[in-house]
């Protein structure tokens, strides 16, 4: 074909391009658009039942809204905390009923709207950093007790930092399509072979408590990937592990174990609750231990199934450890067996062992790494289980010594390949944005 | 085994076995007396010192861990004739009662003002956080460090 | 108004009857608060402080030709300053610079036997004897300078650098004057005291003399003793008093690299190796064993409360009778506090050396005398073969594991003769092993009259006894674990006016029908000894508490309250100089949030007075307590270093906040579960008050009053009014933390 034609026929196809891509752009943003809803009175606190609110606090608590939504530091539940995502960095919104700067002007419709809908007072698409996809889930009567709960708040005058995110993410009607995606209505559905303990905890675990939104694996567009739910995700530099069959634990997670994991921050069978996980069980210790106890029935039944350990049969393969990582055994005995090794201070406690460790047997090495690097804090109370962290002390590659030699010390799982490399891009990933 | 650590500023050449908590080294080998033992769990800072300029607990640094790194302890601030301008605020302050945790935080607090100079009182109360003091002590510690950034107390 | 009460005043008082003993034999006990031993024998009753015990000035000072001072005290350096503060008072009165003068403290060897360093006693008993020894030390020169010259002594006078000079100008030093004299002589009570007026070193606040070494890593502590020969040993035991390990692995670790012996004798059990890491590792291969619990199981049902269920001993410490009063309405209620830890930063550490068939023991105990006769009886040796000399270390906060480390050091350098051992408890053995501060019950029932007074005033407190610290072989831990074991040590209160469990029992207000009654605990369901300020602590809070709670119901002022049944001139001064300082009268009122607590406390009715105020605010969607500032006023009488006081009450008030709001030892059947640092927590630098200003009281030329406990009672106290301001909010069993407010609180925001 002569180059005239070829030049012509791409200008019409550029031409045509460009008008659908307007028709497309112009109902998407009409499919996209969503209306105000009109600010109200702030309500007062007697227009909301004393019960209704009480029922509200224990839900805040299983959802955790105070984790996200208040900075170190900062007023509970007024906004600011950083959340990094592989898109950027968003900052948690004030939710308390202040005027100006929280949610005081919304009505009761509004807040239901942006939890079910993900879509804001004023319109906008709301990033998925909250998890209305979960949210969806809630029933009209919780978020009624929910709304009456934070609109009951101390309002505090705070305007969080903007989002930064990469563009043209910012473009909020982009959610819409994300949503036409992943955000799935509805109530979550009763199973009638299951005890109402089970259904209860699905309930709870599939809504307010937004399990799945970090121990699910998610897409490139950040969506999670419901054919793989609770085969495991990412949270803030940690690992959330699998919740499913294939989570890596020496012990079964029975429902006794996760019911005292939940509610105490440690299983004697497994080990604590660190990073992230930390703030959910500080919740979780708060909240009535029927709720406790049907979450920890839900999962048990999904984590079921996984090869058990006979109890009693713990790996500890000294010897061999020693000899395949000579520099990890050296550190270890200098940084850990204060704590970890033989007649140690924790075992007359009857703390876990390391041969217990999910975190060690697990393929993906992230959590070790970071509770070696960060530590951790006592989850419940302030009071429990203290780990240093050894970000100053330890190198990279001393990390990646030291964790060698744990899990073969500990376990019968192959060792884990580029452990350094790991080490170095955690030990980036952990630190605040 | 001989491993080679550089201890404020001097390399020593140590036989030591080289899993030696860092602490005990620091002590006995070398007749340092800043460091303390506390603990021995990471987790009163007792212990602290410098490693490439970092805060870090002495008592679960293996001493292989340092080789070839940095090491500062109280000593290689400054010397009772000659204090450094921390060790001096802490003297102005009279900030220590039993003192035994006072070399820990005087480490931590340097470290502090070497990355940040001028900091605030809030920023102050944060990094000093992981060191422990039973005597109650902090107010003092707490006007030292800020009088040694050249702030009012 | 005198605030020494003798025994005759006490009486002529009338309708005042106390119970307590003034014998002779109680007198000498009052040395250190009235626990450890008996203590030396009271030799001249007329003297001042422990002159009465020691009254021969060489016991005391020291002149040397070159006219270099020494000073020896009874008494220890514990980190509260002491050691400057007597410094002081030494310089003062024998009017010489600080810098010449060489302090010696408690020395079984050297110094006088002045008892315990504990019970706020120092100045009232070491600073007392050491400026009347000085105070005759400068008279006999200053007669001697006289007698030399020809002149009368009224008209010398003492130039503050160690000289006397005539009116004429004529000078002649110590070192000259000493030489012929001898101090080989007892005290006479009325030795001249210098004007306060002319006060060159007392009163000012003299940097401390210990602190620059321990800025700088020099030796400061009993830990950085280094001796040619030294050995490390580390002592295998169970997680808890009370715990025996089953099968300790003995044989492995005797064979453990640089394990020189280990040590075996019933179920104690010591490693001794060449290096401190050797003998750690040692140790903890030995150590991995199951345990068994060897006493009874710990009262997990009922924690402290279990103590009322226990048999006990009544003992009346108040009981007046000031006729019928009409009563508009009448208060109850229950006030309790935990077992606490002492949670010394550094755990206990001893040295000791037998050599010559002499033990020389390098301890941070706080009776070094009781040690050296108790220690001497534990490993059959006459006591004077027992030399036990106070060095410090972390703070002790009274008794800790210092007494029984000291004694366990002994015990493996007898069988390590001619080496040095160095004996270092681990962080989970001092938290698991020493004795811990008693965890008490009060209960009080108050009316108040339709005159908004206190028409009665009923009040009893459950407690074991707070004076466990080792006088005798039996007192110590190892004692029941050795083969041929000592009897345990009774447990004994310690009487009035000193009190243990009672003491600040009885109210210094000026209260009607009062009937006061200590319910004594022998048994003791967990460890305990002395933990700084006693009783004090839980008695004050009960007291202030209900101070409150009574105002509250009168709808009058907390201070005003106060001052309405204070008649104590001093005690009404250092309430309306905190109340001042803070802008009491103009406070911020409570908005649910923010809020403000008062309260005051006369250590023992005979030590410091201390009165405090401070303004919180609670976040209630957490429990979370903010602590904006805090203003105390102490009345020490003559200040002998005020910042040294200063630093004493702030530390504890910052102490006593952390024993109101976070601790707690937390123990299952079979042992104690806080052992670190994690389990136990205590106050971090987050959680510090924005502020603390303390005022300390001009009071020139008064009798020194202890100080160091002063401030325990009433900051805990106050935090629970402030609390109750702030929230509404009574909370009455510490600790007062986060988790209890808020479900007192519930949701309302």
């Known amino acids: 074909m002569n180059r005239f034609l070829l030049f012509a026929m791409r200008r019409r196809t550029i031409a045509t ?43 805040a608590k299983l959802g955790d809204c105070a984790v996200c939504h208040t900075s170190e530091g900062g007023a509970p539940l007024a906004g600011g905390r950083p959340l990094a995502t592989p898109f950027g960095t968003l900052f948690a919104t004030n939710i308390t009923p202040d005027r100006q700067t929280g949610i005081g002007v919304w009505s009761r419709a509004a807040f239901i709207r942006a939890m079910r809908d993900g879509v804001r007072r ?60 992943f955000l799935q209505k509805g109530q979550v559905k009763s199973d009638p072979t299951k005890t109402a303990e089970w259904n209860r905890g699905a309930y709870l675990a599939e809504g307010l408590g937004h399990y799945a939104a970090c121990h699910s694996p998610r897409n490139l567009a950040g969506g999670e990937e419901r054919a793989r739910a609770y085969a495991g995700g990412v949270a803030e530099g940690w690992r959330a592990p699998a919740l499913d069959a294939s989570n890596p634990a020496a012990r079964r997670w029975t429902q006794e174990a996760l019911y005292t994991f939940l509610r105490t921050g440690i299983s004697p069978d497994h080990s604590a609750a660190a990073g992230p996980m930390a703030p959910v069980v500080e919740s979780l210790s708060t909240v009535p231990e029927e709720d406790v106890q049907a979450i920890a029935t839900y999962f048990a039944s999904k984590l079921g199934g996984g090869s058990p350990v006979a109890p009693g049969r713990v790996v500890e393969r000294t010897a061999l450890a020693a000899a395949a990582e000579p520099a990890g055994a050296v550190l270890f005995a200098g940084a850990c067996a204060g704590c970890h090794g033989v007649g140690a201070p924790m075992t007359a406690q009857q703390r876990p062992s390391l041969a217990l460790s999910s975190d060690l047997r697990d393929a993906d090495p992230t959590n070790a790494i970071q509770s070696v690097l960060q530590g951790i804090e006592p989850p419940v109370a302030g009071r429990g289980p203290k780990m240093p962290p050894f970000a100053a002390s330890l190198t990279d590659t001393q990390v990646a010594a030291t964790l060698a030699y744990a899990r073969a010390r500990y376990t019968d799982r192959a060792a884990w390949p580029k452990l350094a490399k790991t080490v170095r891009k955690a030990r980036r990933e952990g630190t605040q944005p | 085994m001989t491993i080679t650590v550089s201890v404020n500023g001097q390399v020593q ?22 460091a303390k033992y506390g603990c021995g769990l990471g987790q009163c800072g007792a212990c602290t010192v410098q490693i490439d300029g970092k805060a870090a607990f002495s008592c679960v640094t293996p001493l292989a861990a340092v080789e070839g790194r940095e090491v500062r302890t109280v000593e290689g601030l400054g010397t009772i004739d000659r204090m450094n301008p921390l060790q001096q605020a802490f003297v102005e302050e009279q900030a220590a009662q039993c003192g035994y945790c006072i070399a820990g935080m005087i480490m931590r607090a340097q470290a502090l003002l070497d990355i940040n100079p001028t900091p605030s009182d809030a920023e102050i109360r944060s990094h000093m956080q992981p060191n422990l003091c039973r005597c109650g002590t902090h107010m003092r510690i707490l006007r030292a460090i800020r009088r040694a950034s050249g702030q009012a107390a | 108004m005198s605030t020494v009460v003798s025994r005759r005043e006490l009486l002529a008082a009338g309708g005042l009857v106390v119970a307590f003993s003034l014998a002779r034999r109680a007198m000498a006990q009052l040395a250190g608060g009235g626990e450890g031993g008996g203590g030396p024998k009271l030799r001249r009753p007329d003297l001042a402080g422990s002159l009465k015990t020691t009254p021969e000035l060489d016991s005391w000072i020291h002149l040397a ?121 007892e005290a006479v009570a009325d030795a001249p005291r210098r004007d306060p007026a002319s006060y060159r070193t007392l009163g000012r606040d003299l940097p401390r003399v210990d602190i620059p070494a321990k800025l700088t890593g020099g030796k400061a502590y009993v830990q950085d003793l280094r001796m040619a020969g030294m050995l490390h040993a580390r002592i295998v035991r169970g997680p808890s008093h009370g715990t025996r390990l089953i099968a300790p692995q003995l044989a492995a670790a005797a064979k453990a690299p640089g394990v020189v012996k280990l040590l075996q004798n019933g179920s104690f059990v010591a490693v001794i190796a060449r290096t401190e890491w050797q003998a750690i590792q040692a140790m903890r291969m030995a150590q991995a064993s199951d345990y068994v619990r060897t006493a009874p199981p710990l009262p997990v049902e009922d924690g402290v409360r279990h103590l009322q269920s226990l048999p006990s001993r009544e003992i009346v410490v108040l009981d007046t009778h000031d006729g019928d009063r009409p009563k508009a309405s009448t208060l109850r209620a229950q006030y309790s506090r935990p077992w606490y830890s002492h949670a010394s930063i550094g755990p206990s550490c001893a040295v000791a050396l037998l050599k010559d068939g002499g033990l020389t023991i390098w301890s941070h105990s706080q009776g070094v005398f009781d040690m050296h006769r108790a220690t001497a009886e534990l490993v059959g040796l006459p006591p004077e073969k027992v030399r036990v000399i106070h060095t410090p270390s972390a703070g002790c906060y009274g008794q800790n594991g210092a007494d029984d480390v000291t004694a366990e050091a002994a015990m493996i350098a007898m069988a390590v003769p001619g080496r040095p051992i160095r004996l270092q408890w681990m962080r989970e053995q001092e938290f698991g092993w020493e004795p811990l501060g008693c965890g008490m019950v009060t209960q009080v029932e108050a009316s108040l009259g339709p005159d908004k007074r206190i028409a009665s005033w009923t009040y009893e407190v459950w407690s074991n006894s707070h004076n466990n610290r080792p006088v005798r072989a039996g007192g110590y831990a190892v004692a029941q674990e050795i083969e041929q074991p000592f009897t345990k040590q009774e ?29 004594f605990v022998p048994q003791m369901p967990l460890r305990v000894s002395a933990l700084r300020s006693l009783g004090a602590h839980l008695n004050i809070f009960s007291l202030e508490s209900m101070m409150d709670e009574l105002a509250l119901t009168a709808s009058i002022d907390p201070l005003a309250f106060r001052l309405e049944h204070m008649r104590d001139e001093r005690a009404r001064a250092v309430m309306k100089a905190a109340a001042q300082a803070f802008g009491w009268e103009g406070r911020r009122r409570s908005d649910g949030r923010r809020g403000c607590g008062f309260a005051f406390a006369r250590y023992k009715n005979e030590g410091a007075y201390c009165a405090l105020a401070m303004e919180i605010e609670v976040e209630r969607e957490t429990g979370g307590i903010t602590i904006h500032r805090v203003n105390a006023a102490i009345d020490a009488g003559q200040a002998a270093n005020p910042d040294g006081i200063r630093n004493q009450v702030e530390g504890g008030i910052i102490q006593s906040l952390s024993w109101a709001i976070h601790e707690e030892m937390t123990f299952d059947e079979s042992k104690r579960t806080g052992f670190d640092w994690g389990s136990y927590p205590i106050l971090r630098f987050d959680q510090v008050p924005g502020s603390i200003e303390v005022e300390v009281m001009h009071r020139p030329g008064l009798p020194f009053l202890g100080a160091g406990e002063t401030a325990q009672g009433p900051t805990s106290a106050a935090l629970a009014n402030a609390i109750a301001d702030a929230t509404g909010v009574r909370l009455r069993d510490m600790p007062l933390t986060p988790a209890k407010l808020k479900a007192a609180i519930g949701v309302g925001a």
């Open chain 1, 122 to 181: 004023d319109g906008a698409h709301l990033y998925p950093a909250l998890p209305y996809e979960h949210f969806t889930h809630v029933t009209d009567e919780d978020l009624g007790d929910l709304y009456a709960f934070l609109m009951t708040r101390r309002p505090v005058r705070a305007t969080p930092p903007p989002n930064r995110l990469i563009f043209p993410l910012g473009f909020r009607p982009l959610l819409a399509g994300w949503k036409l995606l």
């Open chain 2, 13 to 34: 050449r140590l036989e030591a076995d080289p899993a030696t908590p860092l602490l005990y080294v620091l002590r006995e080998d070398l007749g340092l007396n800043g």
């Open chain 3, 65 to 185: 030709p070159d006219g270099r001072v020494t000073v020896f005290s009874g008494k220890a350096e514990l980190g509260q300053g002491i050691r400057t503060a007597l410094l002081q008072v030494a310089a003062e009165e024998l009017d010489v610079s600080p810098a010449s003068i060489t302090f010696v403290t408690a020395d079984t060897a050297r110094t006088p036997d002045e008892g315990l360093t504990a019970g706020s006693h120092s100045m009232q008993d070491s600073g007392t004897a050491i400026a009347n020894a000085a105070a005759n030390v400068r008279m006999l020169l200053t007669r001697a300078a006289a007698r030399q010259w020809r002149l009368a002594p009224e008209g010398l006078r003492t130039t503050g650098d160690g000289h006397v000079v005539a009116p004429d100008g004529r000078r002649l030093d110590y070192g000259a004057l000493a030489k012929g004299l001898s101090l080989q002589v």
């Open chain 3, 491 to 519: 447990p004994k209160p310690i009487p009035m006016p000193e009190g243990d469990g009672d003491r600040n029992a009885n109210p210094l207000y000026d209260l009607p029908n009062m009937d006061v009654r200590y319910h």
């Open chain 1, 17 to 59: 391009a460009l008008a659908l891509l307007v028709l497309v752009g112009t109902i998407a943003l009409v499919a996209t658009w969503r209306p105000s809803i009109a600010p109200i009175a702030i309500p007062k606190v007697s227009a909301f039942t004393q019960a209704s609110v009480e029922r509200g606090a224990v839900l």
